[in-house]
Nanobody, 117 residues
């Protein structure tokens, strides 16, 4: 499976961005049942969960983004989205799409999100 992210960029604090992750090569049944979602890696820290579909359907959000970010999916397009609203400077990071049977074992190249204060 090849993961390709898009949608990052520069935005002012309080603004919005929508990230997309397309999982090319995933058969539908696998895409529907695996864990897929978004992670970020703050400088000097471990990669952390932002928002995922766990086991295909259950949504899990980091506390820091609850109420501001929304993960969604289009199974026919094998694509997962992350709508990010009310962005804060501390959301600045590279956002990675991860995919796997439970924990991710495939990663995209990442897309940069920069939130200016």
């Amino acid at each position: 499976v090849r993961l390709v992210e898009s949608g990052g960029g520069l935005v002012q604090a309080g603004g919005s961005l929508r990230l997309s992750c397309k999982a090319s090569g995933a058969i539908l049944s696998v895409f529907n049942s695996y864990t897929i979602g978004w992670y970020r890696q703050p400088l000097g820290k471990e990669r952390e969960l932002v928002a995922i579909f766990s086991g295909g359907s259950k949504t899990v959000y980091a506390d820091s983004v609850k109420g501001r970010f929304t993960i969604s999916r289009d199974n026919t397009r094998r694509t997962v989205y992350l709508q990010m609203d009310s962005l804060k400077p501390e959301d600045t990071d590279i956002y990675y799409c991860g995919f796997g049977p439970s924990a991710p074992d495939s990663w995209g190249q990442g897309t940069q999100v920069t939130v200016a204060s």
